[in-house]
C-alpha cells in the first residue's frame, strides 16, 4: 500500500527548480534516499540525490550543464551554482555479480519499483513538494521507532549487495537506532559475503561507523561476526581481557570508551580504535595473575599499519595513525625542557592528537589517579600552546645559525658541523631563551675547544 502523505520538507531551491523542471516537461521526480530521512530527522542533508522518470538523455537534454556520472546506470549530475545534484533514473538493478555490483540495470517508469531496490525502509522514501513523501515500506514507521530495517528479506537483500551488511550497522550507529531482529540475522547468516566487497567500499562504511556518534557499535560487528571476515583483530580484542590495576575492561571495551571519549575525528577514532591492537599479541600474565602488555606499542603501530594499508587509506591516515599508535604510551612530565623534547621527537602535526589520544586513553581507565593525570595532561597542552606561541626552536632549521655560519668561522666540513649543530640544539631546547646568534656563535667556539681537547 502506498502512503502518501503531506508532510511537508524545506527543499533547496536549486532542488524545487529541478524537480518543477523535470516535471514541466513531463517527467516524475522526487528527491530521493538519505536527504529525505535526514530531512524528516531534523538532521542537515549532506547532499540531495533526485529519482525521475526522465531516461538519462532526457535528462541531458533538459538541463544546461550536465555532467555523466554513471550514465550506464542512469545517473547524470545536474550543475546549479556550482553544486552538482545526482538526477538517476528509475531503474530495477538486475542480478548481483558476486554480491559486487548489478550486472545489469534496468530503467523503468514506475517510482515504487526504484525504492524497492534501496537497502533500508529508512532510505526508500521518495519526496516531492506536490505529492509529499511517498514512503512504501513504512519507513516513516521505522525513523520513529528508531529501527534499521531491509526493504524486502534481509537474507537476499544482503546476498545481493554485501556492502548492505556494513551499511546497516553504519545508519545504526550514526542515527543511534536498532537493527531489526530478521536484518541482525541476516547480517550473521551473510557476513562472509563481505570478502567480495572491495577494500574501498568496506573502508567508507567503517569510517563512517567509527566517525558517529556511536563507536559503541563496533560492538554489533563483533557479535554478528562481520568483523571475523573485515578486521579479525577486532575479535581478538573483544577476547581480550585485562587484569590490571589501571585497567576495568576488556581490551576492546576500553577500545570503545576510548574511541567514546575523544571528538568524532577521523585520525583520532582510527588511532583509538588501533591503539591497543596488539595487546591481545603482547598479552603476558606474571605469577600473581596481572596482565601485561610490553611492546604493544610498537607491534600495535606495526599492526595498525598492516590494516590501514589494507583498507586502502591513504598515506597521512597511516602515517599520523601508526605514529600515535606508537606514541600513545608515552610519558611526558609536565616541565618545559622535557615538553619540548617530547614534541620533537613526536612531531609538532600530530602533538595535539597526541594530547587527545592519551586524554581518551586516560578517560577509558580505571579511575586510580585519574584527577592528578588529567591535571598534568591539561599542564602539558598549556605548555605545548606556550612553545608553538613563543616559536621555540624545535627542530634544525629554527636555530638562527646555519652549516653555513659554522663553515664560515673555520668548522670543518661533514660531521663536525653535523655534531656542532645537534649540540647547539640540544642547548637550545633546555635554554629556548639562547637561540640568538651571537650567543651561538659563543658555544660553537666552546664546542670548537672542546672538541680539539
Ligand atoms: P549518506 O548520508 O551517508 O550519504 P545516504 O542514504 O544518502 O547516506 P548514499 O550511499 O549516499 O547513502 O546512497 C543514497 C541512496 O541510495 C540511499 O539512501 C539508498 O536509498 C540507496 N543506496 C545506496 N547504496 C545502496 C546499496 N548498496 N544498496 C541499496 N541501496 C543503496
Ligand atoms: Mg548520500
Not at 34 to 53: A, F, Y
Not at 75 to 83: D, L, N, P, S
Not at 186 to 212: H, T, Y
Not at 311 to 337: A, F, G, S
Amino acid at each position: 500500500m502506498t502512503k502518501e502523505n503531506k508532510i511537508h520538507i524545506q527543499v533547496p531551491k536549486d532542488v524545487a527548480f529541478i524537480l518543477r523542471l523535470l516535471e514541466q516537461e513531463g517527467h516524475e521526480a522526487y528527491a530521493v534516499g538519505g536527504c529525505v530521512r535526514d530531512s524528516l530527522l531534523d538532521r542537515q542533508p549532506k547532499d540531495w540525490d533526485i529519482t525521475t522518470s526522465a531516461l538519462p538523455e532526457q535528462v541531458k537534454a533538459i538541463f544546461h550543464r550536465t555532467i555523466d556520472t554513471g550514465i550506464q546506470h542512469g545517473t547524470v549530475t545536474v550543475m546549479m551554482h556550482h553544486t552538482g545534484y545526482e538526477v538517476t533514473t528509475y531503474r530495477i538493478d538486475g542480478e548481483y555479480k558476486d554480491g559486487r555490483h548489478p550486472k545489469t540495470v534496468e530503467f523503468t517508469s514506475k517510482l515504487a519499483e526504484d525504492l524497492q531496490r534501496r537497502d533500508f525502509t529508512i532510505n526508500a522514501m521518495a519526496y516531492n513538494p506536490k505529492t509529499g513523501v511517498v514512503d512504501i515500506f513504512d519507513g516513516i514507521g521505522d525513523l520513529n521507532r528508531k529501527v534499521i530495517r531491509c526493504v524486502g528479506k534481509a537474507q537476499e537483500r544482503f546476498s545481493e549487495d554485501a556492502l548492505r551488511i556494513l551499511r546497516a550497522v553504519r545508519f545504526a550507529a550514526q542515527l543511534g537506532f536498532h537493527i531489526e531482529d530478521k536484518t541482525r540475522e541476516g547480517l550473521r547468516e551473510l557476513a562472509e559475503n563481505l570478502s567480495f566487497i572491495s577494500k574501498e567500499r568496506i573502508q567508507v562504511e567503517l569510517d563512517k561507523l567509527l566517525c558517529s556518534d556511536n563507536p559503541g557499535h563496533m560492538r554489533i560487528l563483533y557479535e554478528t561476526g562481520v568483523s571475523k571476515v573485515i578486521l579479525p583483530q577486532w575479535d581478538a580484542m573483544m577476547e581480550t581481557q585485562q587484569n590490571h590495576p589501571y585497567h576495568c575492561y576488556s581490551v576492546g571495551e576500553h577500545t570503545i570508551k576510548a574511541m567514546e571519549s575523544v571528538p568524532p575525528d577521523h585520525y583520532l577514532r582510527w588511532c583509538m580504535l588501533l591503539h591497543d591492537v596488539a595487546k591481545p599479541v603482547c598479552r603476558i600474565t606474571d605469577q600473581q595473575g596481572i596482565d601485561h602488555f610490553y611492546g604493544h606499542q610498537k607491534k600495535g603501530s606495526e599492526m595498525a599499519e598492516e590494516i590501514l594499508r589494507g583498507l586502502k587509506w591513504d598515506n597521512r591516515t597511516i602515517d599520523w595513525v601508526t605514529r600515535l599508535v606508537y606514541w600513545h604510551d608515552y610519558q611526558v612530565e609536565p616541565r618545559m625542557k622535557i615538553v619540548r623534547r617530547s614534541i620533537v621527537k613526536i612531531g609538532e602535526d600530530i602533538y595535539p592528537y597526541f594530547l587527545q589520544v592519551k586524554l581518551g586513553d586516560m578517560l577509558a581507565q580505571s579511575d586510580i589517579n585519574r584527577q592528578e593525570r588529567q591535571e598534568a595532561l591539561a599542564e602539558i597542552g598549556r605548555m605545548y600552546k606556550t612553545i608553538i606561541e613563543q616559536k621555540h626552536c624545535l627542530k634544525l632549521s629554527d636555530l638562527t645559525v646555519s652549516g653555513r655560519d659554522l663553515l664560515a668561522v673555520g668548522i670543518p666540513a661533514g660531521t663536525c658541523v653535523g655534531n656542532i649543530l645537534n649540540a647547539l640544539m640540544e642547548w637550545v631546547l633546555d635554554n629556548p631563551e639562547h637561540n640568538q646568534k651571537d650567543l651561538l656563535m659563543e658555544k660553537v667556539e666552546e664546542l670548537r675547544k672542546e672538541m680539539v681537547k
